[in-house]
């Protein structure tokens, strides 16, 4: 069955530099890949969507790769400010279901 | 727009008592409705999806049952609680034209003591 990994639980960046965060998977690659935004006693919340047949995406402050011969997705945020610290979760389809990964916890300090 | 809620925000329940957790979907019809758990600082784990009325399918064999009696109702239960089924539950919903985007409820915090 499909796996997803995410590189480190926490990642700790200095305000107005760029985090990037990692995204693999095993077996099969999935006709998309999606992010969410988690902050503390809330659902998910999605960001992006990226297809197999696009490489790169991007929205506002936001860049997401996909990678489909090294089975991975990198997720970018540029010129981070304190508002970004939150859990990003990457997530794909598997039939009926969207599987995620355990999430990386991200705090930007001022 | 669709909207996905849940109540209670919040339950503290003794072990051995029933559980029932609510997820209602506004704003479309048909939609893949999921539950999920999630521990403290951990992942989503997918509990029970449905694909449409009285159809069920679970992920993980515990404690818990799932039920659709209506196309916009998910219904989490229990009927005897266990310590270990503390935690923040999720509603979650996902349909074609969503742009593929599951849409989360706001969640319930259930504490069993």
């Known amino acids: 069955s499909q796996k997803i990994e995410q590189n480190s639980e926490a990642l700790n960046i200095q305000e107005g530099k760029t985090a990037t965060l990692t995204c693999n998977y095993t077996?099969?690659?999935?006709?998309?890949l999606q992010w969410y935004r988690q902050d503390p006693g809330r659902g998910p919340v999605f960001l992006l969507l990226i297809r197999e047949n696009e490489k790169e995406k991007r929205k506002e402050r936001l860049k997401v790769t996909f990678d489909t011969t090294l089975k991975q997705s990198l997720f970018h945020i540029t010129a981070s400010q304190p508002a970004d610290s939150a859990t990003y979760l990457c997530a794909l389809p598997s039939a009926s279901k969207i599987i995620f990964g355990s999430g990386t916890r991200l705090s930007i300090r001022p | 727009s669709q909207t996905i809620h849940q109540w209670p925000a919040t339950l503290v329940q003794p072990v051995g008592s029933p559980l029932s957790l609510e997820c209602t979907v506004e704003g479309t019809s048909n939609p893949n409705l999921y539950w999920y758990r999630q521990a403290a600082g951990r992942g989503l784990q997918l509990l029970f999806y449905s694909v449409g009325i009285g159809q069920i399918s679970s992920e993980v064999p515990q404690n818990l049952s799932a039920s659709r009696p209506q196309d916009r109702q998910f219904i989490l239960s229990s009927k005897k609680l266990l310590l270990s089924d503390s935690g923040f539950y999720l509603c979650?919903?996902?349909?074609?034209?969503?742009?593929?985007?599951?849409?989360f409820g706001p969640g319930t915090r259930l504490l069993v003591l």
């Open positions: 077996n099969y690659s999935p006709a998309y």
């Open positions: 979650a919903g996902h349909k074609t034209g969503w742009q593929e985007t599951q849409y």
